[in-house]
């Protein structure tokens, strides 16, 4: 078994369970924050999966769900999570996920069927983030323009979001456990941006650890950051 | 919902008409041509007309949303109604153009011309099951994002 095969079958289990645990936790609570990451680690879950059926064989449907979740969705609906939280003034944070559910749903059936995709530049047990350029060429008729619009904002929603939380927590030296569980979630949300630099630079093997360790640091940052506060004597 | 008063039942009145006028004006100028393109002008237009009461619509909603300060009026949620239907209308004069087997210049235009339809539901729905108000700031989003769409769409036709 591959490293890249491994360490993607790792990180669909870690974020598949991750999913559930939160989801679960919407259902009983049903705090909107919950469900965006619940969506959020559903959409790093299904990249995952998508990356170890892409390691086996080709399939255009598995590399749409691997583009959609991975480069896509899964960054800006973790960074919704913390807009929830965040932005309580008016009904900005419901504005900015119907913007977000708006570009779901154009660009779902966009990468799927209208995106053209070029299957003989795959290789097996390749990974999918050295060789995406190949096989979907920049272009208009690809949905490769939203990715860093839809990266960035995630990025900034998620690690943004959670450096001012933990800063303000600090500050108030209130509820230490939120500081901790921020923090973990900005080192979480960093780590997968990083394998990609990683990549860059030459160094592929570290990418899918980078990853997996993400999604364990998010979750475990949102436990402690989601903790109930200790009741005042 | 506050209920609409004479003088914006007789505004509405006269968008429907306006509407109504605008498709019959696109039909008499493009007569010279078969029915079906006929049809495609009509779809072209509406697009046109879409992208620039969008952009209306979004200046009104900043005027009234950030600086009056003021909420959504019954009068703009039912020109929101309109606007949204002649949005569908549009898609659905795609539609038939396609299954008549005209073809846009980019195939993403079909992606487009959903999101024209969907733009707005989404934000009426935020606006209208708002807790927190005043809401107009959901139509800002909404409209911003139409232009937006109905911009591209135009493009890729």
């Known amino acids: 078994m591959s490293q890249a095969l491994a360490s993607s079958l790792l990180t669909a289990l870690v974020s598949g369970i991750f999913a559930l645990t939160i989801l679960r936790r919407w259902w009983q609570g049903r705090r909107a924050h919950q469900l965006a990451w619940g969506i959020g680690m559903g959409m790093y879950f299904t990249g995952a999966l998508s990356q170890v059926i892409l390691t086996q064989a080709w399939s255009p449907t598995f590399f749409a769900l691997w583009y959609w979740c991975g480069a896509l969705m899964t960054a800006p609906w973790l960074g919704q999570g913390t807009v929830?939280?965040?932005l309580r003034r008016g009904n900005i944070a419901r504005n900015i996920q119907m913007a977000l559910l708006l570009v779901a749903v154009m660009t779902l059936p966009w990468a799927l069927w209208f995106t053209p995709l070029d299957g003989s530049a795959w290789r097996p047990q390749a990974d999918m983030t050295a060789l995406f350029r190949d096989i979907m060429p920049a272009g208009s008729g690809t949905v490769r323009f939203f990715s860093p619009v839809m990266n960035t904002w995630g990025t900034?929603?998620?690690?943004g979001g959670a450096i001012w939380s933990a800063r303000l927590f600090r500050r108030k030296q209130i509820m230490r456990a939120r500081v901790y569980g921020n923090w973990l979630i900005a080192a979480g949300g960093l780590?997968?941006?990083?394998?990609?630099?990683?990549?860059r630079l030459g160094e592929p093997s570290l990418k899918y650890?980078?990853?997996?360790?993400?999604?364990?640091?998010?979750?475990?940052?949102f436990l402690l950051a989601t903790r109930p506060a200790p009741q005042e004597p | 919902m506050k209920a609409l008063r004479q003088r914006e039942r007789r505004l509405l009145a006269a968008l429907a008409t306006a509407i109504l006028l605008f498709c019959a004006l696109v039909l008499v100028g493009n007569s010279g041509l078969t029915p079906l393109h006929q049809l495609r002008?009509?779809?072209?237009?509406?697009g046109r007309a879409g992208l620039v009461i969008a952009l209306l619509m979004t200046a009104q909603a900043v005027r009234v949303g950030i600086l009056r300060k003021n909420d959504v009026t019954p009068l703009f949620r039912a020109a929101?109604?309109?606007?949204?239907?002649?949005?569908l209308l549009q898609a659905l004069l795609g539609l038939l153009l396609y299954a008549e087997g005209l073809?846009?210049?980019?195939?993403?235009?079909?992606?487009?011309?959903?999101?024209?339809?969907?733009?707005?539901?989404f934000f009426m729905f935020v606006e209208m099951?708002?807790?927190?108000?005043?809401?107009?700031?959901s139509y800002i989003w909404g409209f911003g994002l139409l232009a937006g769409i109905a911009l591209r769409s135009i493009l890729t036709g």
């Open chain 2, 103 to 121: 073809r846009p210049a980019q195939d993403v235009h079909i992606i487009y011309g959903m999101a024209t339809v969907l733009a707005l539901p």
């Open chain 1, 209 to 221: 650890m980078a990853e997996m360790a993400g999604a364990i640091l998010i979750f475990a940052g």
């Open chain 2, 80 to 87: 929101t109604f309109f606007i949204f239907g002649s949005m």
């Open chain 1, 84 to 86: 929830y939280l965040l």
């Open chain 2, 129 to 137: 099951t708002a807790r927190k108000r005043p809401a107009m700031g």
């Open chain 1, 191 to 199: 780590l997968p941006a990083l394998g990609g630099t990683l990549i």
């Open chain 2, 41 to 46: 002008a009509l779809h072209d237009q509406l």
């Open chain 1, 156 to 159: 900034l929603a998620l690690v």
